[in-house]
């Protein structure tokens, strides 16, 4: 059974689509006219990640990181629990180059590969070793060194620097952390099958990721067939993606997930009852990645 919170949370999960977290655009209503706005000193970014739960995080490109959003669990970073509509800088001397806002947390990488979190930490998606929210950054147990992270609902995974590791922390009841348990976590541990990793990405319950030989596995809650293993199957460790392809990025929903190819060709997989796999049908479940339709 999936927590009775579920529905609730998916629903607004599954309204994002497929996030880019270096790419997602950020739509600004003006409150200034033109010309004031173009005088005004705003933070050149360079990355976005748009949060699920009414919240974005940026990398300026002076490496600051600022927020914005709903900000009840101190998501935002900037020391308080108040909802800004304007970017906030997150409250820290560290210098970031990446960014990741989740749930009801964020995580970030500095240049020399620590990484740090902070918001809702409940159930250990900070990787601190404690389940105390935190509203300015707190660094992630362990010692390990990253390359990159994604912040998912209530975990977090990343991969590690210089060993290509996948390292996963926080909630696990569908097996979402790879380890082969349902054992939530307060720290990251791997991902099992020892596999060489250059990205991961979160969904709500699942995560998938690139091998450094371009082949997508995932992990986690399948009962929509999110994990593209031709099956319904939970996997509380990493699986194959069906269909022997091989993939330069990947996207994860909620229940679903997509990916592109080198040759620039994209598939998806997992809940479709909304048309979010883009394949022209509302065919509920696809277990396998499916061709993405031609644009109307």
Same mark, same amino acid.
């Given at each position: 059974?999936?927590?009775?919170?579920?529905?609730?949370?998916?629903?607004?999960?599954? !309204?994002?689509?497929?996030?880019?977290?270096?790419?997602?655009?950020?739509?600004?209503?003006?409150?200034?006219?033109?010309?004031?706005?173009?005088?005004?000193?705003?933070?050149?970014?360079?990355?976005?990640?748009?949060?699920?739960?009414?919240?974005?995080?940026?990398?300026?490109?002076?490496?600051?990181?600022?927020?914005?959003?709903?900000?009840?669990?101190?998501?935002?970073? @900037?020391?308080?629990?108040?909802?800004?509509?304007?970017?906030?800088?997150?409250?820290?001397? +560290?210098? $970031?180059? =990446?960014?990741? !806002?989740?749930?009801?947390?964020?995580?970030?990488?500095?240049?020399?590969?620590?990484?740090?979190?902070?918001?809702?930490?409940?159930?250990? !998606?900070?990787?601190?070793?404690?389940?105390?929210?935190?509203?300015?950054?707190?660094?992630?147990?362990?010692?390990?060194? $990253?390359? =990159?992270?994604?912040?998912?609902?209530? $975990?977090?995974?990343?991969?590690?620097?210089?060993?290509?590791?996948?390292?996963?922390?926080?909630?696990?009841?569908?097996?979402?952390?790879? @380890?082969?348990?349902?054992?939530?976590?307060?720290?990251? &541990?791997?991902?099992?099958?020892? +596999?060489?990793? =250059?990205? &991961?990405?979160?969904?709500?319950?699942?995560?998938?990721?690139?091998?450094?030989?371009?082949?997508?596995?995932?992990?986690?809650?399948?009962?929509?067939?999110?994990?593209?293993?031709?099956?319904?199957?939970?996997?509380?460790?990493?699986?194959?993606?069906?269909?022997?392809?091989?993939?330069?990025?990947?996207?994860?929903?909620? @229940?679903?997930?997509?990916?592109?190819?080198?040759?620039?060709?994209?598939?998806?997989?997992?809940?479709? +009852?909304?048309?979010?796999?883009?394949?022209?049908?509302?065919?509920?479940?696809?277990?396998?990645?499916? +061709?993405? !339709?031609?644009?109307?």
């Amino acid at each position: 059974m999936r927590p009775h919170w579920y529905m609730a949370t998916a629903a607004l999960l599954a !309204a994002l689509g497929c996030r880019d977290d270096a790419t997602a655009p950020a739509d600004v209503t003006p409150t200034a006219s033109p010309a004031a706005a173009s005088t005004a000193a705003a933070p050149a970014f360079y990355q976005l990640s748009g949060g699920q739960d009414q919240n974005t995080c940026a990398v300026t490109t002076d490496s600051r990181v600022f927020c914005w959003g709903r900000n009840h669990h101190g998501q935002l970073g @900037d020391g308080t629990t108040t909802t800004r509509l304007k970017p906030v800088l997150v409250t820290t001397t +560290l210098s $970031f180059q =990446q960014v990741s !806002a989740g749930w009801e947390h964020a995580c970030g990488i500095t240049p020399d590969h620590r990484a740090y979190c902070w918001g809702n930490n409940g159930v250990g !998606a900070l990787g601190d070793a404690t389940t105390d929210d935190h509203h300015t950054p707190v660094a992630v147990a362990g010692g390990h060194a $990253f390359r =990159q992270l994604d912040a998912g609902l209530d $975990f977090t995974c990343g991969v590690s620097y210089p060993d290509n590791r996948a390292w996963c922390w926080g909630n696990n009841w569908a097996g979402q952390l790879g @380890d082969g348990t349902t054992t939530t976590r307060l720290t990251p &541990v791997a991902a099992a099958g020892g +596999l060489s990793f =250059q990205q &991961v990405r979160t969904g709500a319950f699942h995560a998938c990721g690139i091998t450094t030989t371009n082949v997508a596995y995932c992990w986690g809650d399948n009962t929509l067939g999110q994990l593209g293993d031709g099956t319904r199957t939970t996997r509380l460790k990493p699986v194959p993606v069906a269909g022997g392809l091989f993939f330069a990025q990947l996207s994860a929903g909620a @229940d679903y997930t997509c990916g592109k190819t080198a040759a620039n060709v994209a598939y998806c997989w997992g809940d479709n +009852l909304l048309g979010a796999l883009g394949d022209g049908t509302w065919q509920n479940v696809r277990t396998r990645p499916t +061709l993405v !339709a031609g644009a109307n």
